[in-house]
């Protein structure tokens, strides 16, 4: 009997060691990811921001790592498991996601290195909750039950990861990553170098071609996907303005792959435009390609500026447009853009903008829709658009994949948009 004391004081000390390892891990990952978001959203912000622009995205998802690590001890060891991988991957997301993009192409720089100390923490995380799910894994009953009991903790885990975690993270890079700067491009003609600021004060930077048909066209979004069609319109004596959309490039602010104010940039090169001598007020329109077309929408919805729009391959930009056709089989697809919706608003410290079918109802400015038989999320969408718009109207469902129309059939997609423009501008 006395030599079973010094055994059993060995056990307890050893499981005392593990547990006090396990929970400085934890700490310590859950620390280095706080870190990074506290230096990506105040301290190495984005040009044009302010700490004020980044609150809620950098003050919840601190709090919940925070809070996470605190409660950590005193949850049972399959609730810490859990709890530790679903926080190392989001960590991981959260830490790599610049240094991936930007780093090959730029370089390491800024918020970067704590981004990698973040997905060293989330990797910890990932280790310690893995290691932790092993160790506490029951092997006292039957082995029907058990093996059933895994499968379908395998499956849960599974579902969460696909309609929570994976739409999550993809929030999170639509509000932390855009193109980088393009150098230089091909307009069809020289260009200029400007610059203007968006309607909430944030500089852009953009390229432009005077019109030798008194009309000008804002080709959008951002300076390199919309080099083809600029061309096509320089061809035809458009002037052509093409710029970096907020957070992308040269221009200044946050990113956000959804578009949620980039109606501000709009309005902006609207204003600048009207401002240039060579340039009609009363002859500018837009041509948006996807998130550009959303934007154009919304911005002729506010404006009276745009004389006319053509929307190429506008979709959805959060649950408000994902719920105008709802069916069963949608339903998931519904779930996940809950998610995405939610994660951006928290990102962005922004909420979603309305619905384009309500915008859509605003618009009295002549408007060409296209969409295509193979497009993107949401596209399916452009018929209710289409119905609700109020002033003169087009719908082209044109057969081919997300705003590739020019591509695929170049000769008829240049007639219709140049023709339009031809007719509601130049004309």
Do not use: C
Request: aromatic share 8%; net charge positive; no cysteine.
């Amino acid at each position: 009997m006395a030599a079973e004391h010094p055994a059993e004081r060995s056990r307890l000390r050893e499981l005392v060691s593990a547990a006090r390892l396990e929970t400085t891990l934890v700490a310590a990952g859950a620390g280095a990811v706080v870190l990074h978001v506290l230096d990506d959203s105040f301290f190495q912000r984005e040009p044009g921001t302010s700490a004020g622009d980044h609150l809620v995205g950098a003050l919840v998802p601190a709090a919940l790592f925070t809070g996470a690590a605190i409660a950590y001890p005193r949850l049972r060891a399959g609730a810490r498991a859990a709890l530790a991988i679903t926080l190392g991957l989001l960590g991981l997301v959260i830490g790599a996601v610049e240094p991936v993009v930007y780093g090959p192409k730029e370089g390491l720089s800024g918020d970067d290195f704590t981004g990698l100390l973040a997905a060293l923490g989330g990797l910890a995380l990932v280790g310690t909750g893995t290691v932790t799910a092993w160790r506490s894994r029951r092997r006292d009953d039957r082995r029907a039950w058990r093996y059933s009991r895994r499968l379908l903790l395998g499956v849960g885990a599974a579902l969460g990861i696909s309609v929570v975690l994976f739409p999550l993270a993809l929030s999170y890079g639509f509000t932390h990553v855009a193109r980088v700067e393009t150098p230089r491009g091909d307009l069809g003609a020289p260009y200029a170098h400007v610059s203007f600021k968006a309607s909430d004060g944030l500089r852009l930077d953009g390229w432009f071609v005077r019109p030798k048909n008194g009309a000008t066209v804002i080709v959008y979004p951002g300076k390199k996907g919309t080099q083809r069609h600029a061309r096509m319109l320089v061809r035809h004596g458009f002037g052509v303005l093409v710029f970096d959309r907020r957070g992308e490039g040269a221009s200044e602010g946050d990113p956000n792959a959804l578009g949620w104010s980039f109606d501000r940039d709009l309005l902006g090169a609207l204003t600048y435009l009207r401002s240039r001598d060579d340039v009609d007020p009363g002859h500018i329109g837009g041509l948006g390609l996807s998130v550009g077309g959303e934007a154009l929408l919304q911005t002729a919805a506010e404006s009276t500026a745009l004389g006319a729009v053509v929307s190429d391959g506008a979709g959805s930009r959060s649950i408000r447009e994902d719920t105008i056709h709802v069916h069963a089989r949608k339903l998931s697809d519904v779930v996940v853009s809950a998610v995405i919706t939610a994660g951006t608003a928290l990102f962005s410290n922004r909420l979603p903008p309305p619905s384009l079918k309500t915008l859509a109802g605003r618009i009295t400015a002549p408007v060409f829709f296209v969409y295509a038989t193979h497009g993107a999320g949401g596209e399916e969408n452009n018929p209710e658009y289409f119905a609700a718009a109020r002033g003169p109207k087009q719908l082209w469902l044109i057969e081919t994949t997300h705003t590739h129309g020019l591509a695929t059939r170049p000769h008829e997609y240049e007639r219709r948009v140049v023709a339009f423009f031809r007719r509601e501008l130049a004309d």
